[in-house]
């Protein structure tokens, strides 16, 4: 860097700090999403992760119907460990909030590969089915008068190949994993909307339409094996 330029860009620091601050953003406006969405029968949800931030809440109660937990109804965050007291309070606080302003949840969700404790992971392991009927019977109901839909898998396909993403789990049992998931998601939230969740799937490039074809040939599949997915 020349003199020249450390003069100018020293100017250009001390002006922008000198410069009033820029006013806050409003939170709020007088057009409410949720309300124009209500006029064409749509829904508008948003993601949070919950911890009381009062600024988001009152934007999510302004413009939103539905909350979609970030992080604290993934597996790896609610039951690290193989344990009997799975750590609740961060999403129980984001239940309490919607309880209390009448908003809807998404959960999301029994099955992410990036977020699987080990105990959830062991494909081969003699419990592998067990302990995933117990965690879904200790997670899906706590929240079922808020749930009206649940990403049983997320992210399963591959976006280099046909198939699903290599993971301990859907490399080892595949349709098999995905069947068993629904069936045991179903027998917990009977009433929920059940279903895949994936990126990729709508763009025009050729990897978005090899993922979309593997999507739709493996969801074909599945539904005509059982298996009870009501989306994608």
């Known amino acids: 860097m020349n003199r020249r330029s450390f003069l100018t860009g020293t100017v250009a620091t001390v002006a922008a700090l000198a410069a009033p601050p820029a006013e806050p953003l409003p939170f709020r406006t007088e ?6 969405a209500a006029e064409k029968s749509l829904k508008v949800s948003t993601a949070y992760n919950g911890g009381g931030h009062f600024d988001l809440e009152a934007l999510i ?24 007291n799975f ?15 009448g908003l809807r949840l998404h959960g999301h969700t029994l099955y992410w590969h990036q977020t699987q404790p080990d105990w959830l992971n062991d494909a081969g392991s003699s419990s ?33 190949k046909a198939g699903y993403r290599k993971t301990p789990v859907l490399d080892v049992h595949g349709d098999e994993f995905v069947r068993f998931l629904f ?3 179903r027998r917990a939230a009977p009433n929920a909307k059940l279903l895949i969740n994936d990126y990729s799937l709508s763009c025009g490039a050729a990897y978005c339409q090899r993922k979309r074809d593997t999507a739709l040939s493996t969801v074909e599949r599945l539904i005509k094996a059982g298996t009870p997915i009501d989306g994608v």
Request: charged share 25%.
């Open 31 to 36: 057009v409410s999403l949720k309300k124009l």
């Open 61 to 84: 109660l302004h413009h939103c119907d539905i909350v979609t937990p970030e992080n604290a109804l993934k597996p790896g965050f609610l039951a690290p460990e193989r344990t009997t």
């Open 87 to 101: 750590a609740f309070e961060r999403m129980d606080g984001t239940a309490s909030f919607c309880r209390a302003n």
């Open 128 to 160: 592998f089915v067990r302990d995933y009927m117990f965690y879904t019977a200790q997670v899906m109901p706590r929240y079922a008068d808020l749930v009206d839909s649940w990403d049983v898998i997320n992210e399963p396909f591959s976006d280099r």
């Open 183 to 185: 069936r045991t998601a």
